[in-house]
Nanobody, 136 residues
């Protein structure tokens, strides 16, 4: 059984930076997809950034160029560096892992981006969440 524990986050003013970390209780097989999701009050859970088993990263259009996801296979950790934060980034952020794809993707002029969560995503492993609050 894999347990995921998020840390970091907190409160920051618009334009600031925060970093989220996700520690796995056991070694995560490289065949797993891992990612960050968020849910703002009154809104649906949405994919923010994912890294696939081949190491490729995909982002939501709303965070492209501002957020960076990285995976540390040695330390069984996942990170999300968030720069140029905006008030609309305020949400509870969750770390997730699954052997199945966590998101579907779409191709646009700027490359691939996250389209939606997959139907199976919620059956994967999830952390408890960490609050990120961005004030204007």
């Amino acid at each position: 059984q894999v347990q995921l524990l998020e840390s970091g986050g907190g409160s920051v003013q618009a334009g600031g930076s925060l970093r989220l970390s996700c520690a796995a209780s056991v070694a995560i097989d490289t065949s797993y997809c891992m990612g960050w999701f968020r849910q703002a009050p009154g809104r649906e859970l949405e994919g923010v950034a994912v890294v696939d088993s081949d190491g490729s990263a995909t982002y939501a259009d709303s965070v492209k160029g501002r957020f960076t996801i990285s995976k540390d296979n040695v330390n069984n950790a996942l990170y999300l560096q968030m720069n140029s934060l905006k008030p609309e980034d305020t949400a509870m952020y969750y770390c997730a892992a699954d052997k199945r794809p966590l998101v579907t993707k779409r191709l646009s002029r700027s490359g691939f981006s996250i389209a939606a969560m997959t139907a199976s995503a919620l059956r994967g492993y999830w952390g408890q969440g960490k609050q990120v609050t961005v004030s204007s």
